[in-house]
């Protein structure tokens, strides 16, 4: 081969090479990847002994999980094929979905029950947990409404005031399942975008404090939720009833010391630990894989939240408002879960029954959680694909 076709060669594969970076933010896929690799290997793990002790397949959870896996990399690249002004124009849409199928999942007969909650929807071949498709149905309305009345956001308190209003309806939804920790991240994902929208912090104050107030009378006067609030403080008062899953939890990440005691060598998910391949699948990981798998995890969600927050911060630069606050919302979503999946696990937070997203066994996590990275790469290719002109006319017209 001649120097000249050796050149070519090499424009070419930088060619494709920025072209790809062009539309896809390749840090933020591989992290993505990354996450739903380890997440497959850790369920396969975490789940086979109870797997094939009641099942008697041993891959049974792992062949499910990965069914979710295509199907999840399926949603993402729909979404990401999508043109973000549609989502944008139907967000009053979305928002009225959101709300039909948390009052549907109420409704006698049609909600699916498991262990006393009624968070499910039969789809035949799984069931939806709806709490899932409302975190990101009201995170795409809540990108609508910012960029859309953003003034109305920092000027007034009533344009503040809408859009908490409607997270408070959805969240007495999400507590009548009940889904207290869905609930929790739903507002976590409102206030931080409203935050970061320019709202004023006096109007958080007084938020804040209601609803703590109203969380405070809602814990007191319901005597299981008090005592799963404060069952985390001392786990060891109770080992064998409310501290169950948590001193089991403990013991499985104290065992894993710096390098954990070997992939598919934890104790604790053979006999002890309950949804070992579900909301615990952290403590499974971090008794095999020790401080080191914690460490890269972590690291893992924290480039996601990165990541995120860059892709939001030159959407807007670019005048793309609508895909920032997205980005922005998706980002606190995913890395808010992890975190308290992840503070559940330690004992650092009282057990709220979240997922560990991208991770955790679950077909409506892994779907919705995946279509919500689809839709933060489109973000990225449409803020890229905009060039120096769009955004200068962008800027221009606003500033005019």
Request: net charge positive; proline share 3%.
């Amino acid at each position: 081969m001649s120097a000249v076709d050796i050149q070519a060669t090499r424009d070419a594969g930088q060619q494709l090479q920025l072209r790809l970076a062009q539309r896809l933010d390749l840090g933020l896929a591989l992290s993505v990847l990354a996450l739903l690799g380890l997440g497959l290997v850790m369920v396969a793990s975490a789940s086979i002994g109870i797997a094939d002790r009641n099942l008697g397949d041993p891959l049974y959870f792992l062949k499910r999980q990965a069914v979710y896996v295509v199907l999840g990399l399926a949603a993402a690249a729909l979404a990401y094929r999508i043109r973000l002004a549609y989502w944008e124009a139907s967000a009053g849409l979305l928002l009225g979905f959101a709300y039909f199928l948390l009052i549907l999942v109420l409704v006698p007969g049609v909600g699916v029950t498991v262990n006393g909650s009624t968070r499910w929807l039969s789809l035949g071949l799984f069931n939806l947990q709806v709490s899932e498709v409302a975190k990101l149905l009201f995170t795409l309305y809540l990108a609508g409404y910012l960029t859309r009345h953003g003034r109305a956001v920092r000027e007034r308190f009533s344009g503040f005031l809408r859009p908490m209003l409607l997270l408070a309806g959805a969240s007495l939804l999400l507590l009548m399942e009940p889904d207290f920790g869905a609930a929790v991240v739903l507002m976590a994902i409102g206030l931080a975008m409203l935050f970061l929208a320019g709202a004023k912090l006096w109007q958080f104050a007084l938020l804040l404090g209601g609803v703590a107030t109203a969380l405070a009378m809602l814990a007191i006067t319901t005597p299981y939720r008090m005592a799963r609030l404060t069952a985390f403080l001392d786990p060891w008062n109770d080992p064998f009833n409310s501290g169950f899953q948590l001193t089991q939890s403990l013991i499985a990440i104290g065992s894993g010391s710096w390098f954990g005691v070997g992939l598919g060598a934890s104790v604790q998910k053979l006999f002890y630990l309950p949804e070992a391949h579900n909301d615990f699948l952290f403590a499974v990981l971090a008794e095999e894989l020790g401080l080191v798998g914690i460490t890269v995890v972590v690291l893992l969600y924290g480039w996601f939240l990165w990541r995120s927050f860059g892709i939001g911060r030159a959407a807007e630069q670019a005048g793309h408002l609508f895909g920032a606050y997205l980005a922005y919302g998706v980002g606190v979503w995913v890395s808010l879960q992890a975190f308290i999946n992840m503070g559940v696990n330690m004992g650092l937070l009282p057990t709220k029954g979240l997922t560990l997203p991208l991770m955790s066994y679950g077909g409506s996590s892994m779907l919705m959680t995946c279509a919500a990275v689809g839709l933060l790469l489109r973000v990225h290719r449409e803020t890229v694909e905009s060039g120096p002109l769009r955004v200068g006319r962008v800027s221009g017209g606003r500033g005019a």
